[in-house]
Every structure is written in structure tokens, then in C-alpha cells.
């Protein structure tokens, strides 16, 4: 009886530990052709957690990650949503397609699970939800940067802008348009694909017989990648200018010399942070590249720990004001965020692939 007893109260001891974790969650996609950005953000997250917890956790309990596949599908996200609902997590980072960001940010706002994003289409945070909070800036921001920087750069040259029909791929696309067009400078073409194609041939014999030279592209880089080695074959000469989802290798690996002629926005490169010099170089040590939305993941997870040690609560009425109002020091910088939860300091710049490697362009 004793022993019986003895066992109860270990295995009574081991459920409240378990139970005592903070939940926190990623979503995006980890299987599909996006599922190297998915990678990223497991990479990112999951040393982020391994360091928060070397120092006590939060509020004294560990955090535990949860991973949701998403496939950048709507409605697979939805379902990610509702069983990280089910699994009462208290912080989600995700999802990464802005298609799937949408309706899954819905599911979480009626359950009261704060979230952080990276997905930049404007409705993420134009709804009116107080869930969310985008880490990223919009791309309505991106889009006047990245059109701007087209016309300015390539005067006289014939410009197509392309998009992929996706929420962020239309967005951005559509963003860049009107931001060219403000320039007084005629498109020579404005085309969609559908994504997940393997032949754009088509496409590239539209560009050519239209004499473009610049295609101004809202979506993904495997999209990218496919399309310049096939106006390659087809003796089309291409400068790509997309957004923030062209900073994965995987664009290199796939189109490779042609990838140098890919420009894009994103955000300052946070591997470029002084203050974030010791966790890039363990990232590096670790054999990861923090390239893309590694360090975006780690923020994520150090703004959780920071609003829940602030509100001392992990409760989402306390975490979700004290978010809002606070002031936040991360390794992609400080964050602060207006009324629409959107970042206050956004920023974007133009970068371009070189020999593997993206930096910086001049203005």
C-alpha cells in the first residue's frame, strides 16, 4: 500500500511539472515547397526557448515548444489553430504565409492566445484583432520601397510586375505596382502565376516578346528560382526585385548564377546587430545560418518571456496589455507597437544575392 502510495504521489508530481510548462507554439509551413522558411523558424525558436530556459524559464516554469504544419494551406492552418487551441498554449508565433496567418489569426482571438507574426499583408492587423502583433512591417511599406527603388534604378528599361494570386503574393505585388506607376513609369506587363507550377514557360515568353527587363515579383522564391532558370534556357536576361520572402539559400541552390540577378526587401539584417553578435555566432557554431526569419523566431520567443516577466502573468488580458504598451529589446532590435499592433519601427531596405550571400545595395 505504502509503495502504491509512494508511486501516486511521484507520478501526481510528474503531471503537475508537465502541466506546470508554459506552452508557447510556432505554425508555418514545416513539409511542402516552403518548408525550408519553416525549418527557420523551428531553428530560431528552438534556441531561443533552450536559452530562456538556461536561466530560469519564465516566471519560474520552463517553456515547452509546440510545432504546427500549416503547408502555407488556409485551411490546414485553421486546423493547426484549433488543436493548438485544444493543447492551451499561451503564446503563438506564426503562421508565415499571410494566407494562412489570416483565418488562423481569427481561431486564436475568439480562445485569447496572444500571437506574433512575421506575414506582411496589411489585413494581418487591419481587422481590428487585438491578438496579434506583426514583428515584420507591412507590405505596403515593402512595396513602396521595393517599387521605388525599380523605377528609380531602371529608367527606360521595361518593367513587368508578377504575382503568385496569394495574399501576400497579390498584396505585395500590388503594392509595388502602384508604387512604380507613382513614378510616372509605364508597366509593360502585370501578370499572375498560379504557385507550385514546374513550367512558367509561358510566362517567360510573354516577358520576352514584351522586351522585359525587369520583373517586379509578389511571392515565394521557389517561384523565383524556376522562373530565372527557364528565362535562362529561353536567352532572357531577368533582374528579379521581390520581398522579404527572397532571403532563403535555398533560391542560390536552386537557380544558381542567376540568383545574383534577384534584388529584394527586408528588414535590417539583424545579423548585423552589435547586440546580437553572441547568438549569431552560436547559431553559426551550431552549424545554422541565421539567414531569413531565423532571428525573427528568437525575438518572438524573447518578446513572450519579456511581456510575461513584465506583466508577471501569463494570462492573456495581462500579457496582451502589457504588450502593447511596452517597449521591447530583442536580437532583431527594439520593438514597440502602435494601436493595430503593428511594429513602430519597421524599416526596410534593398538587398541583393551575390555569390550566395545577400547584403545591403546602395541607394
Known sequence: MRKNILLAGLSLLACTAAYADH???????????????GDQIRKGAEMAIADINAKGGVLGQMLKLEVGDDACDPK???????????KKIVFMHGHWCSSSTIPASDVYNESQILMATVSTNPQVTERGLKNIFRIMGRDDQQGLVAGSYVADHFKGKKIAVVDDKSAYGKGLADEMA???????????????????????SGLVSKLKSAGVEVMAFGGYHTEVALILRQAQQAGLKLTVMGGDTMTNSELVTAAGAASDNVLFTFSPDPRKNPAAADIVKRFRDAKVEPEGYVMYAYAAMQLFAQTAEKAKSTKYADLEKTMRAGSFDTVIGKLTFDAKGDNKLPGFMVYRWTGGKYDYVAK
Do not use: F, H, W
Open 23 to 37: 506552452l508557447v507554439a510556432i505554425a508555418g509551413p514545416m513539409t511542402g515547397q516552403y518548408a525550408s522558411a
Open 178 to 200: 502602384k508604387a512604380i506607376e507613382a513614378k510616372k513609369v509605364k508597366l509593360a506587363l502585370r501578370e499572375s502565376i498560379t504557385a507550385g507550377e514546374k513550367d512558367y
Open 76 to 86: 490546414q492552418a485553421v486546423s493547426v489553430a484549433n488543436a493548438m487551441v485544444n
